[in-house]
């Protein structure tokens, strides 16, 4: 078993006792059903392996799913409920995926401001950033994962 998060992408590992290590450790209660349906639904590039990037995926879908939780795992869960609503307000049109025009209309304070202070460019490099696989739209994971990414980041950093 690994013994922290770096180990993850040094060591082969087996994700399925990863994953129930980490029920174990969070008190949560998956069926071999739900495991499989998280691992392929966090599986993003569909390659039958779970990279760093889909892991963080895998770990937030179990926690959105399991019902009761430990004490260490609330915050984490709280900070997952914030990033879905964040995403259900760009979602205007509600089809799971954000397009430009869905995120630019969400951010416009005034014509004369832009979106929200942004530049164009500045806007279209964090949209680009969100867009992992290219496709002009961001998913429910893009969009998680870009937000993982962006934590701690300072205010008002441009890269």
């Known amino acids: 078993m690994a013994t922290g998060w770096t180990d993850l992408e040094l060591s082969p590992i087996r994700v399925d006792d990863v994953i129930q290590e980490y029920c174990r450790e969070m008190k949560y209660n998956i069926t071999d059903e739900m495991e499989k349906e998280i691992f392929s639904a966090s599986d993003m590039d569909n390659d039958a392996r779970i990279d760093f990037k889909e892991f963080i995926i895998l770990l937030a879908t179990i926690t959105m799913v399991s019902g009761d939780a430990s004490e260490t795992s609330k915050d984490f869960r709280q900070?997952?409920?914030?990033?879905?609503?964040?995403?259900?307000?760009?979602?205007?049109?509600?089809?799971?995926?954000?397009?430009?025009?869905?995120?630019?209309?969400?951010?416009?304070?005034?014509?004369?401001?832009?979106?929200?202070?942004?530049?164009?460019?500045?806007?279209?490099?964090?949209?680009?950033?969100?867009?992992?696989?290219?496709?002009?739209?961001?998913?429910?994971?893009?969009?998680?994962?870009?937000?993982?990414?962006?934590?701690?980041?300072?205010?008002?950093?441009?890269?």
Do not use: C, H
Not at 102 to 113: F, H, L, N, T, Y
Not at 135 to 151: D, K, P, R, S
């Open 79 to 159: 900070a997952l409920e914030t990033v879905n609503d964040m995403f259900l307000f760009f979602d205007i049109n509600r089809d799971g995926k954000l397009n430009v025009k869905e995120v630019q209309q969400r951010m416009k304070v005034a014509p004369s401001q832009g979106t929200m202070g942004l530049s164009e460019d500045l806007f279209a490099r964090r949209f680009e950033e969100m867009d992992w696989d290219n496709n002009g739209e961001i998913t429910y994971q893009e969009f998680l994962l870009a937000t993982e990414m962006w934590v701690g980041l300072e205010e008002g950093a441009d890269a």
